[in-house]
Nanobody, 123 residues
Framework: VQLQASGGGLVQAGGSLRLSCRLS????????VGWFRQAPGKEREGVSC????????YYSDSVKGRFTISRDTGKNTVYLQMNSLKPDDTAVYYC?????????????????WGQGTLVTVSS
């Protein structure tokens, strides 16, 4: 599977962005797709994850209530709607996929990583 992330950019605090992750290649076997982020000098953080069926979602405490993950199976795309953005959300966001049920906060459980997309939130 290949993952193509897009949608990052510069936004003011309180604003919104929507990230997209398009899956291509051998996508039939994946279990979950998620988003991790990494800011300079900080540890990689599992932000959100959605199961293939869409029945199960995960959000880190830092984004719960502000971010929403969804998927469009017809377009083979997973979205991350980010609202009420804060400067602390500034990071490179990576789309990831797992072929076995992952621990959503453990980056090592995800087999495939896309290129990152930079989100910058100004105060």
């Amino acid at each position: 599977v290949q993952l193509q992330a897009s949608g990052g950019g510069l936004v003011q605090a309180g604003g919104s962005l929507r990230l997209s992750c398009r899956l291509s290649g051998s996508i039939l076997g994946y279990d979950s797709v998620g988003w991790f982020r990494q800011a300079p000098g900080k540890e990689r953080e599992g932000v959100s994850c959605i199961s293939r069926s869409g029945d199960s979602t995960y959000y880190s405490d830092s984004v719960k209530g502000r971010f929403t993950i969804s998927r469009d199976t017809g377009k083979n795309t997973v979205y991350l709607q980010m609202n009420s953005l804060k400067p602390d959300d500034t990071a490179v966001y990576y789309c990831v996929a797992a072929f076995y049920p992952p621990n959503p906060s453990n980056w090592a459980d995800f087999d495939t990583w896309g290129q990152g997309t930079l989100v910058t939130v100004s105060s």
